[in-house]
C-alpha cells in the first residue's frame, strides 16, 4: 500500500515540530527516514496512523493508500489500524501489553478486526510464531519472561499477522544489542518483502538503513534536506546537513555499540572510523 | 537566610501569577487576617446568646443570622477561624517533626533500624488517625490535643512514606557517603542534605494535610473527641446546627461552606505549590539564581 | 504461593501487634483505668472493688495474655455498664457497621472510577479544570455536611424527594433485609461520594500515567480507538495501584463512616465506640478498636493479595520481596 504524504506539518502547545514535509512510500517498497533524534521522524510516523495524542495539531495532506487521514476520524483510522497497516515499536518492552501472553497479543488484531474461529487464530498464532523465529512455547508466556530481541519478534508478529499492506517501524532495532539488531533487521525485510507489502523504516542508525532500505528521506529539524537511493546517499551525501547527519549517525552507531567506551576521549576519534570496520568490531565485540 | 527568602519570593510570585494559584492565597491570607481580627473584634460578643431570636435569617444586625441559642453565626465563624488555623499549625508542625523522625530513621544507616521503621510506619499507616483520637480522648476529653496528635501521628507518617525515596536517594548518594566519611553527624546530613532535599514534597504534602485537618476538625468534634463545646470553631459551628438543617437550612449553610472553600484552597495550594517548585514547570527556577539550598541536591 | 503464606504470616503479626498496642494505649496512657470507669468522684473503696473486678491488679503480660485468650475464644468480655456480652454487642454493630463500609466502597467504585477514566481522557485544557475541580470539591465537602444535604434531598419525611428512611436501623436487623438495605442506602451513599471523589482523583492519576504509554499506542496499532484502548488497556494496567489505593482509601474513610453513622442514627461499631469513649467503658472500647483494627487489616490482606493476582509480573517473579517492600 503506498503513502503519499503531501505538506505535514505538526504542533505541540502551538509549537510546530514538523514543517510541510512531503514523503512518498510506493507500492512494495521499502522507505527509510532518516534524522537525528527531536528531528521530528517519530512524529510523522505517529501521525500516519493517528497515533499522536489529541491535543498535538496536525495539518497537510496523508494518504495511506487512498484513504486521506489527516482530520479522520479516531474510529475510521481504528479501522485501518492493525488490518492494513502494522506498526513495529522501538522499545518493545514498554509497548507489548504486560498482562496479555504472547499468543493474545499476537491475535490482538485478528480478534478486533475478523470473526475467527478460535481454532484458526491459534492456527495462525502458531504459523507467525514459527515465521518470526520463537519456539512455540513462547506462545503461553508473559513479556517480561522473554529477552530483548524475542520481544521484538512478537512485536513483528503482531504487525504482520493480518498480512497488512504497510507496515511503519520506528527505530525497531535502537534497544537491542547489535548482532540481534542486524537478524531483527534481516527478518523484518524477509517477511515484508515476502508479503509484498510496503514498509517506512525510522531510523538514526546507517549501518541498518543500507540493510532495510533502498531509498530514503533525511529528515532535519522537521524539514526534509535530501532524498535518494541509500546507497548513493551514503556514498556521498550531496546536502552539507546530511553529511553532518551520517557523521553524527556513525558516531552514534558507534557509542550503541559499546556504551562503556562512550565517555572515552577516543569517542571523538572513533567517530571517524568508517562503517565497515564498525560493523566488523560490533560482531566481534 | 537571605537565598531562601529569595526562594520563597520566585514560588510565591509564580504562584501568585496563575488563577489556579491567586485563589488559594488569597482564601488563606483572609483566613489569617480573619482570625488576628477576630482576637480583638467581632461584629457581636460571642457569648451573648438570645433566647428570643434564635434561627434569624441573616439581618443587618446578625449577617448571617442566628444559630440555636441566638448567638451570631459570623461572629462564631470568625473567631472559629482562629481555633482551626492553631489546629492546622500545630498539626502540621507535628506532622513535619514526626515525618522527618520518621524520614530519618527509615534512611538511616542501621539496616535493623531502618528495616524495622519501614515495617511499623506501614503498619501504623493502616491504622485510622480517627481510632486514635477516641483513645486519645479518653484520658484527654475533648480537646484540641487529641486532634493536633492525632492528625499530626497520622499525617507524620503519610509524609515520611511520601518522602522516603527521594531522602534514601539523598541518603546513599556519594557525596553524602564522603561527608560521612569526613566524620559529618547524622544530625547535619539530615539538615543540611536531606532537608533541603525533601522539602518540596514537604510542603506538598504537608499543605494537602492541612485540608485534612481541616476536615478531621469537624469530623471529631462532632464524634465529640475534638474541640470542647463552648470553643468556637467551624467543626463546632457545623456540629451544633447540622441536625437542624432541614429546618434551617440558611444556618447551617454557612459553616460547612466556610469548611469546603478552605479546604479546596489547601488543596489547590498543594497543586499550585507543586507547579510552582517544579524547575520543569516553572521557567522562574530555571534561570538558575538564589536556590543555593538545592545545590546540594543536584550533585548527582 | 510463597508470597500467600508470607503474608498471611504479616497478617497474624500485625494481629498480634494491634493487639499490643491497644491493650498498651489504654493501659499506659495518663490515668487509672479503674478511677476513670468508676467516675471521678466515686469512693477509693469502689475504685479498688472495680479494679480487682476487672483484674486490673494482676501484673500487665498476665492481663494481657487472659485478654488474647479470650479473643481467641471470641469473647471481649462484659460490659461494665450495660452488664451485657461485649461479643453480642460488638457482632450486632458489626453487622451495620462492614456492610455500609462496603456497600460505600461500591458506590464510591461506580461514581470514582468512570469520572476518573473520563478526566484521564478529557481533551482540552477546559473540561480537564472542571473535572480537576470535580474531584477536589467533592472531597473538601465535610462528610457531616454532606450527609446532611443528602437527608434533605431525598430523606423520608424532611427530603424534598422524600423516599428513604434517613434515621436508625430497623430492630430487626438484616432479618428484614429490604428495610434494613433501604436504610444504610442514604448512609452508603454519603460515603459514596466522598470517598469516590478521591478515588476519581487517583483513577485519573493512575491512568494519567498510562495514558501517553506504548502500551496504549501499542494497542491502537493493533485497532483499538484510543478511547478503547485506554479503557481496556490503560484501566487494566493501572489496576493494581488502583486497588492498593483503593486500600489506604478505606482507612480515611472510617472517619467519615463515624460521622455518618452518628447523624444517621445507625447502631454500629463507630456510633458505638463514640457513646463507650464518652462513658469510658473501656473493655467495650477495647474490644471494639481491635475488631476494626482488624478489618481493616484484612482489608489490607486482600488488597494485596488482589494486587498480586491482577500484575502477571509480580505474579511470576520468583520471590514478592517487592511487594512486602
Known amino acids: 500500500m503506498g503513502v503519499d504524504i503531501r505538506g505535514l506539518r505538526i504542533a505541540i502547545g502551538g509549537q510546530e515540530i514538523v514543517h510541510g514535509v512531503d514523503l512518498t512510500v510506493g507500492d512494495g517498497e521499502r522507505v527509510g527516514l532518516i534524522g537525528s533524534s527531536g528531528s521530528g521522524k517519530s512524529m510523522i510516523a505517529r501521525a500516519m496512523l493517528g497515533l499522536l495524542p489529541p491535543d498535538v495539531a496536525v495539518s497537510g495532506s496523508i494518504s495511506l493508500g487512498g484513504t486521506e487521514v489527516v482530520g479522520a476520524s479516531d474510529r475510521t483510522l481504528a479501522g485501518l489500524r492493525g488490518r492494513y497497516t502494522g506498526m513495529v515499536f522501538q522499545n518493545p518492552g514498554a509497548s507489548l501489553n504486560p498482562v496479555l501472553s504472547v499468543g493474545k497479543q499476537i491475535e490482538l488484531p485478528l480478534r478486533l478486526h475478523y470473526d475467527l474461529a478460535r481454532a484458526e487464530r491459534v492456527d495462525r498464532v502458531r504459523a507467525m510464531l514459527d515465521k518470526v523465529g520463537l519456539p512455540p512455547d513462547v506462545e503461553g508466556k508473559h513479556p517480561h519472561e522473554l529477552s530483548g530481541g524475542q520481544l521484538q519478534r512478537v512485536g513483528i508478529a503482531t504487525a504482520l499477522i493480518t498480512s497488512p499492506r504497510l507496515i511503519v517501524a520506528d527505530e525497531p532495532t535502537t534497544a537491542l544489542d547489535s548482532i540481534t539488531q542486524r537478524q531483527i533487521v534481516d527478518l523484518l525485510v524477509s517477511l515484508v518483502d515476502g508479503a509484498g507489502a510496503s514498509m517506512l523504516f525510522i531510523t538514526h542508525d546507517f549501518s541498518v538503513l543500507a540493510r532495510a532500505t533502498t531509498r530514503c528521506v533525511v529528515l532535519d529539524e522537521g524539514s526534509v534536506v535530501e532524498t535518494g537511493e541509500t546507497a548513493a546517499l551514503l556514498a556521498g551525501p550531496q546536502d552539507e546537513r546530511t553529511e553532518r547527519l551520517v557523521r553524527a549517525a556513525r558516531a552514534l552507531t558507534l557509542h550503541t555499540a559499546w556504551p562503556d567506551a562512550t565517555r572515552d576521549a577516543s569517542a571523538a576519534a572513533s567517530a571517524q572510523v568508517s562503517a565497515r570496520e564498525c560493523d566488523e568490531a560490533e560482531v566481534r565485540a | 537566610m537571605n537565598d531562601a527568602n529569595g526562594y520563597a519570593a520566585v514560588v510565591l510570585r509564580s504562584m501568585w501569577r496563575r488563577a489556579s494559584g491567586r485563589f488559594p492565597l488569597m482564601v488563606i491570607g483572609l483566613w489569617v487576617l480573619v482570625s488576628v481580627v477576630s482576637l480583638f473584634w467581632t461584629p457581636r460578643p460571642l457569648m451573648q446568646t438570645d433566647g428570643y431570636h434564635t434561627w434569624q435569617a441573616p439581618s443587618a444586625e446578625h449577617w448571617l443570622g442566628t444559630d440555636g441559642t441566638g448567638a451570631d453565626v459570623f461572629s462564631w465563624l470568625m473567631a472559629g477561624s482562629r481555633t482551626n488555623l492553631i489546629i492546622v499549625i500545630l498539626t502540621v508542625l507535628v506532622a513535619a517533626a514526626l515525618g522527618l523522625l520518621f524520614v530519618a530513621a527509615m534512611v538511616s544507616r542501621h539496616t535493623v533500624l531502618a528495616g524495622a521503621s519501614v515495617v511499623v510506619v506501614d503498619a501504623l499507616i493502616s491504622i485510622p488517625t480517627v481510632l486514635i483520637a477516641l483513645v486519645l480522648a479518653v484520658p484527654l476529653g475533648a480537646s484540641v490535643a487529641v486532634i493536633v496528635i492525632a492528625c499530626g501521628f497520622g499525617y507524620g507518617l503519610n509524609l515520611a512514606r511520601v518522602a522516603r525515596p527521594q531522602a534514601l536517594l539523598v541518603a546513599r548518594s556519594a557525596y553524602v557517603e564522603s561527608a560521612m566519611a569526613d566524620g559529618a553527624s547524622g544530625a547535619y546530613v539530615l539538615f543540611r542534605h536531606i532537608v533541603p532535599n525533601i522539602l518540596p514534597v514537604m510542603l506538598v504534602q504537608l499543605s494537602l494535610s492541612a485540608g485534612t485537618a481541616v476536615l478531621a476538625e469537624s469530623g471529631l468534634t462532632y464524634l465529640g473527641v475534638g474541640v470542647p463545646s463552648g470553643t468556637p470553631s467551624w467543626g463546632h459551628s457545623l456540629a451544633t446546627t447540622v441536625r437542624f438543617i432541614s429546618v434551617y437550612p440558611l444556618t447551617v449553610l454557612w459553616p460547612g461552606l466556610v469548611v469546603t472553600v478552605v479546604v479546596v484552597a489547601l488543596n489547590l495550594f498543594g497543586d499550585a505549590l507543586r507547579d510552582a517548585i517544579d524547575p520543569v514547570t516553572n521557567p522562574a527556577l530555571r534561570q538558575g539564581t538564589g536556590v543555593s539550598g538545592k545545590e546540594d541536591g543536584h550533585g548527582r | ?325
Not at chain 3, 494491634?18 to 477509693?44: E, K
Not at chain 3, 469502689?46 to 485478654?67: K, M, S
Not at chain 3, 473493655?283 to 500484575?311: C, K, N, P, S
Open chain 3, 1 to 325: 504461593m510463597r508470597f500467600v503464606l508470607r503474608r498471611l504470616l504479616l497478617f497474624v503479626v500485625a494481629l498480634l501487634a494491634i493487639s499490643v498496642a491497644v491493650f498498651a494505649m489504654l493501659r499506659i496512657l495518663p490515668g487509672d483505668v479503674a478511677a476513670v470507669m468508676a467516675g471521678v468522684n466515686s469512693p477509693p473503696e469502689r475504685v479498688a472493688q472495680l479494679r480487682a473486678e476487672l483484674g486490673l491488679d494482676r501484673p500487665l503480660p498476665v492481663q494481657y495474655l487472659d485478654w488474647c485468650g479470650a479473643l481467641v475464644r471470641g469473647d471481649f468480655g462484659t460490659s461494665m455498664l450495660t452488664g451485657r456480652s461485649i461479643t453480642t454487642q460488638v457482632g450486632a454493630r458489626a453487622a451495620v457497621t462492614f456492610p455500609l463500609i462496603i456497600l460505600g466502597l461500591v458506590i464510591a467504585m461506580l461514581i470514582g472510577i468512570p469520572l476518573g477514566c473520563a478526566a484521564a481522557l478529557a481533551r482540552g485544557r477546559r473540561s480537564r479544570a472542571i473535572y480537576r475541580l470535580v474531584s477536589i470539591i467533592g472531597g473538601a465537602i465535610p462528610a457531616l455536611w454532606g450527609g446532611m444535604l443528602l437527608i434533605l434531598l431525598f430523606g423520608r419525611g424532611v427530603g424534598l424527594l422524600g423516599v428513604l428512611p434517613s434515621q436508625g436501623f430497623p430492630t430487626s436487623g438484616w432479618g428484614t433485609p429490604g428495610a434494613a438495605l433501604a436504610s444504610l442506602a442514604l448512609p452508603a451513599l454519603s460515603v459514596g461520594v466522598i470517598v469516590g471523589a478521591s478515588l476519581m482523583r487517583y483513577t485519573r492519576s493512575a491512568l494519567g500515567e498510562f495514558v501517553a504509554s506504548g502500551y496504549i499506542e501499542m494497542a491502537m496499532s493493533c485497532g483499538m480507538t484510543r478511547t478503547q484502548a485506554v479503557l481496556h488497556v490503560g484501566l487494566r494496567l493501572a489496576m493494581p495501584q488502583m486497588v492498593s489505593v483503593v486500600g489506604l482509601t478505606f482507612a480515611e474513610m472510617i472517619t467519615g463512616v463515624m460521622v455518618i453513622e452518628n447523624l444517621f442514627a445507625l447502631p454500629g461499631l463507630g456510633t458505638g465506640l463514640v457513646t463507650d469513649v464518652g462513658n469510658r467503658d473501656l473493655i467495650a472500647v477495647q474490644g471494639e478498636l481491635f475488631m476494626l483494627a482488624a478489618f481493616f487489616l484484612l482489608i489490607g490482606l486482600v488488597v494485596d493479595l488482589a494486587h498480586r493476582a491482577l500484575d502477571p509480573r509480580l505474579k511470576a517473579s520468583a520471590d514478592g520481596n517487592e511487594v512486602s517492600a
